[in-house]
């Protein structure tokens, strides 16, 4: 039988507090669950790992994560709270507040957990005083850290106090919880890996955000290694579909045991790429006794990640305690994670949490320090909106616009969701980039100036050519003539043949005396016409007359192939000649009848300097089509076809 949890209201809880307050204990008499399954945790009493349990109420289920509270396991803590979204703060009524207290706060702090319920555990062994200014202590606290929560809740594992109003006040996190971030792909890191009977290779771990299904293909990253996901469970129980936010056991199909370790995802194939930069939005600890200055050396954590990594801030030399701006971080070795994606900074000597806040670009470079074109799109970014993600990297690419791969993962969503905003917005598909709506304007704006100086410069061409403008806009072909199409749609260019012009221009109205006399001159010539460096030397102007004539239409630029060089004729002449080639072979209507080069010539009255131009010209624009040496009249041939078929 297959559980739905569709329509199951959830939440991820992260129990918090020093070590020996009692968190364990009190997940136990909370779920009847066993958190610390490792020997050496029962051994010792103290939890090495984090460990989950399943609270099930009538508002929905919560998954406890029972995180470490002894300070040589807090990296192992911050593994299972990047993917909570509340907290059970758990204090010694005895002891009270501890380093550990202060840093887990910190931490849910840092990665912008706001919501919690505060509980003071072995409240059997203090005194209704000691209770009440503990309780005091520990609302002050959380409140330091901008915790959202109510009454302190004193509770006994051992009497059973408290424990039922417990209850209700974590089901009471149900009742306003949102639904787990869906950004349309699923990811997953991964924290434990085994292999069971029957399943093969399982990795377990929190689903961060959007759905996984059985039979969904997904990618081991970073590392590329391909998987299909063979069985989901949670909490033990089979499922077809796990939805974001749930801890999910994944049975992996296509990876072996030793293929797939703590530290690497699953992600959609293609959307996560490994980055050694990471622009960050980043709050320094409030905790903090001295600012956090810039090229500090220490370990970036998230998810199940932990690498090395050094600060570099942008707008400032040091982040003051308590302080926000956003940065970078240059890492050791390449991660791949997603945008938006909640994170911690540790260092190693003296073991502290010293930062935290969440990737913006996670697939960064090295930014200028200072640039405020630099923070304001970074400052952008850290509003955590995916339109405006899309709309700073639009703004960013200009007329070259970016891929879609690309966009997605800067705004953290899966492709598909990304096309849909971006069209919204009125940004232009061209081939496999989106250009923004803004850039788009301004190339169009860009290609009309561009034209008009073209005519300013050559008033007697008719336009010009795609290629040619492209490269003097220094675009791709396909997006200028994108761009040409739009705007001929608009009425505000106009195509003729392979020119392009402003609808504006009218070329005729510069048409020389210049231009009249070498038509003449071209006309009279016939089928003999003067070589071109003959017909205009080397003035300027007769060569500015040619080039209108020639896009004009009224002189034909023939081309000899084989000779590589060009004869111009007078189109009156070129039609005279169809109509003598038509009449002087009326059966060339198939390779037998056809007629050679040389009898054309012969016909025309021209030498092979003008006649295999003329002829080329003439298969060009299919009045004839070569057949080995001989040449058919294409429309005698239709006609005969037609004449058969009747």
Request: proline content about 5%.
């Amino acid at each position: 039988m297959v559980w739905s949890v569709i329509t199951l209201k959830t939440l991820l809880v992260g129990v918090i507090g020093h070590v020996d307050h009692g968190k364990t204990a009190l997940v136990r008499a909370l779920t009847g669950i066993e958190t610390d399954r490792l020997k050496e945790e029962q051994a010792r009493g103290v939890s090495i790992v984090p460990g989950f349990a399943l609270l099930a109420t009538e508002e929905g289920e919560i998954d406890l994560v029972d995180l470490p509270g002894h300070e040589r396991f807090v990296r192992a803590m911050v593994s299972g709270a990047t993917g909570m979204r509340a907290v059970l703060l758990a204090v010694d009524a005895h002891e009270g507040i501890k380093p550990q207290t202060v840093e887990h706060l910190e931490i849910a702090r840092l990665i912008g957990v706001r919501r919690g319920v505060l509980a003071l555990t072995k409240s059997d062994l203090a005194s209704p005083e000691a209770i009440a200014a503990r309780s005091a202590e520990i609302a002050s606290a959380a409140a330091r850290a901008g915790l959202e929560a109510g009454p302190v809740i004193a509770t006994s594992t051992v009497t059973g106090a408290g424990l039922s109003a417990l209850k209700a006040a974590l089901a009471g996190l149900l009742t306003e919880a949102e639904d787990g971030l869906d950004d349309g792909f699923p990811y997953l890191p991964v924290d434990r890996v085994f292999s069971r009977a029957g399943f093969g290779t399982v990795v377990t771990g929190t689903l961060r955000r959007g759905s996984l299904m059985v039979g969904d293909p997904v990618e081991i990253v970073p590392g590329g290694r391909s998987a299909v996901v063979r069985g989901l469970q949670i909490h033990g129980r089979p499922v077809e579909r796990a939805e974001p936010g749930r801890r999910t056991a994944v049975a992996l199909r296509g990876i072996g045991l030793d293929e797939i370790a703590r530290g690497q995802a699953l992600a959609p194939a293609g959307l996560l790429v490994p980055s050694t930069w990471l622009d960050v939005s980043i709050t320094a600890a409030a905790s903090a006794e001295a600012p956090l200055a810039s090229g500090t050396t220490c370990r970036l954590l998230f998810g199940t990640t932990e690498v090395e990594a050094r600060l570099r801030l942008l707008d400032r030399d040091a982040l003051e305690p308590g302080a926000s701006t956003q940065a970078q971080v240059h890492l050791a070795q390449p991660v791949a994670v997603p945008a938006r994606e909640p994170y911690v900074l540790r260092l190693d000597s003296p073991a502290a949490t010293v930062a935290g806040g969440r990737i913006l670009d996670p697939e960064s470079r090295r930014r200028r320090r200072k640039d405020p074109r630099v923070m304001a799109d970074l400052a952008a970014l850290a509003s955590g909106k995916p339109d405006q993600a899309l709309a700073v990297r639009l703004g960013q690419a200009g007329a070259t616009g970016a891929s879609l791969a690309e966009l997605a993962r800067l705004a953290g969503i899966a492709p598909d969701r990304a096309r849909q905003t971006l069209i919204a917005s009125g940004a232009r598909e061209v081939g496999d980039r989106f250009i923004g709506a803004a850039a788009f304007a301004a190339l169009q704006t860009g290609i009309l100036a561009a034209l008009a100086q073209h005519h300013r410069d050559n008033p007697m061409e008719h336009g010009i050519a795609l290629e040619r403008l492209s490269r003097s806009l220094a675009l791709p072909d396909m997006l200028v003539g994108t761009a040409l199409r739009v705007l001929a749609a608009t009425g505000s260019v106009s195509q003729a043949g392979t020119l392009w012009r402003r609808a504006d221009f009218d070329p005729a109205r510069n048409e020389s005396e210049a231009a009249r006399r070498l038509e003449q001159i071209f006309r009279r010539a016939g089928l003999n016409p003067p070589d071109e460096s003959e017909a205009v030397g080397r003035d300027v102007r007769r060569r500015e007359a040619l080039t209108y004539l020639v896009g004009a239409g009224t002189v034909i630029r023939a081309i000899d192939r084989v000779q590589r060089r060009a004869v111009l004729f007078h189109r009156e002449a070129v039609a005279s000649a169809r109509t003598r080639l038509t009449e002087a072979f009326p059966n060339a209507a198939t390779p037998e009848t056809g007629f050679l080069a040389r009898e054309a010539g012969a016909t025309l009255g021209i030498s092979r300097k003008f006649s295999i131009p003329l002829l080329e010209h003439l298969d060009a624009t299919g009045f004839t089509r070569r057949a080995g040496d001989r040449r058919i009249i294409v429309a005698l041939e239709s006609d005969r076809g037609s004449a058969k078929s009747g």
